[in-house]
């Protein structure tokens, strides 16, 4: 096991390299002056503009403004945004925030969304299944932002039990109703996926023969088809984990979460190159290390997976 994680810990390299240097690429090679355009429409005076570049490295040539980048990012300097504050504060301050939702719509996808998914499976061709299949249908098929906007209007306005807007310091209970829109489409998917599964492993020869076993209903449904049906489901929460850390923009924008996803769009559109090459090499570190812990889970769900010493 051990072998294995320094395996996986030495191939995460060149993918961190790879993908650092592609955004800083995009953010910073690209045609056009980024200093330029954080003046907009004014244009600044000469010696203004070369103390700026060089403030940010930018007066360099591009391979050596990546090579300060990755030392600054190894030594845990995210840089600072062209505001003059540094990315790790905005970091400390919007990435808690984008976790706590992040967790509690994957807490809402996992509980429901397998639970029902395993009814449906075990009752495939029912009156539950038939409705379910349907109802994930429906909200796979409506776009984020409409859940959004339709959620704020019956639960927050009409019925009053959320609050339509996430107050200052983002409270837990305000990130409710933010997190079950997140959690609506992948819900549908997981439930969808969930079913398929259970189908699957119950029609296995190793589930028929526990039955013939003897084994009663409550032991093989939990240990023998949920178990073995959980690898695809553990999977998809688990890139979905790394897209709602990062990929929330929209809930965020709407719900005015002061959150990493809504943060990076404002980055965006204010041209703070720093910020968004800081906040997406985090987001790929993110998206690595889960990609590890969900490998080394499969060995726990499946006894049969087994990792080479």
Partial sequence: MAGYIARRLLQAIPVLLGTTFLIYFMVFAMPGDPVVALFGDKTPPPQVLEAVRERYNLDQPFIVQYLLFLAGIFQGDFGVSFSGQPVSEILAVTFPVTLQLAILAVLIEMVFGITIGLVSGLRKGGIFDASFLVVSLILISLPVFVVAFVAQFVFGIQLGWFR????PGAPIQDLILPA????????????????????????????????????????????HILRNSLIPVVTYLAVDFGVLMVGATVTEGIFNVPGVGRTL???????????VVSFVTVMVLIYLVINLLVDLLYAVLDPRIRYAK
Avoid: H, M, N
């Avoid at 609506?184 to 969808?192: E, G, H, K, L, N």
């Avoid at 404002?266 to 720093?274: D, F, L, T, V, Y």
């Fill in 164 to 167: 339509t807007t996430v107050g």
């Fill in 180 to 223: 079950i829109v997140l959690a609506t489409i992948s819900f549908a998917q997981i439930v969808r996926l969930t079913r398929a599964s259970v189908i699957d492993t119950g029609g296995q020869d190793f589930v028929r023969t526990a039955a013939s076993k003897g084994l009663s209903r409550r032991r093989i449904v939990p240990v």
């Fill in 265 to 275: 769009y404002q980055a965006i559109i204010r041209g703070e190159g720093p910020t």
